[in-house]
């Protein structure tokens, strides 16, 4: 059976840093691209990072809205991804899901499976 | 950015219905397209991919079409199980921008 399970999400002040955390388990997560996607409260989603596999060199795709703040990165020994976020702003406060990519039709896409979410507050 | 318009954003509908829901991409996206179903507190769900293949144990009350610019979501006969907040996502280019959302409510 699939599991994503995140961790890492706290109530954290304006320009502080976080390191969510997402323990994969069920499938061979070396394999597969992994992203990061989260939910301000009451709004809609909002897709934030992705990180390739091994075979494409762990590459990264970043949304304008976290580039250069935000950083994922992955440990296939662990079976683990991460989000380093810095320089927090209010408008971060978000809960933080992340998904499992899937090819489908030649595309790699995301979020066959998801995990709770992880709910990080950014407030003074 | 590939901006991608939900519509309506809101429906209200009886259990029984045929809904279509919409969405609208910016720009050609050819058919890389999902579909995702979200229930208050919840994660979202993958419905399709491919912009009308069924996601595996998926009831196939769901269907997906289009090409282009232009996709729907179609539920054939709405449960009480199916009244939830819907996105489309393109994954033609970065970033993977989602839909607004369209959610279901029971008329």
């Known amino acids: 059976e699939v599991q994503l399970v995140e961790s890492g999400g706290n109530l954290v002040q304006p320009g502080g840093s976080l390191r969510l955390s997402c323990a994969a388990s069920?499938?061979?997560?070396?394999?597969?691209?992994m992203d990061w996607v989260r939910q301000a409260p009451g709004k809609g989603l909002e897709w934030l990072a992705r990180?390739?596999?091994?075979?494409?060199?762990?590459?990264?795709e970043y949304a304008a809205s976290v580039k250069g703040r935000f950083t994922v990165s992955r440990d296939d020994s662990k079976n683990s991804l991460y989000l380093q976020m810095n320089s927090l702003k209010t408008e971060d406060t978000a809960v933080y899901f992340c998904?499992?990519?899937?090819?489908?039709?030649?595309?790699?896409?995301?979020?066959?499976?998801w995990g709770q979410g992880t709910l990080v507050t950014v407030s003074s | 950015d590939i901006q991608m318009t939900q519509s309506p954003s809101s429906l209200s509908a009886s259990v029984g219905d045929r809904v279509t829901i919409t969405c609208r991409a910016s720009?050609?996206?050819?058919?890389?397209l999902a579909w995702f179903q979200q229930k208050p507190g919840k994660a979202p769900k993958s419905l399709i991919y491919a912009a009308s293949s069924l996601q595996s144990g998926v009831p196939s009350k769901f269907s997906g079409s289009g090409s282009g610019t232009d996709f729907t979501l179609t539920i054939s006969s709405l449960q009480p199980e199916d009244f939830a907040t819907y996105y489309c996502?393109?994954?033609?280019?970065?970033?993977?921008?989602f839909g607004g959302g369209t959610k279901v409510q029971i008329k």
């Open positions: 996502q393109q994954h033609k280019s970065y970033p993977l921008t």
């Open positions: 069920g499938f061979i997560f070396s394999d597969h691209y």
């Open positions: 998904t499992k990519g899937y090819r489908g039709g030649g595309t790699w896409y995301s979020g066959d499976y």
């Open positions: 990180i390739r596999n091994k075979a494409n060199s762990y590459t990264t």
């Open positions: 720009q050609g996206i050819d058919n890389d």
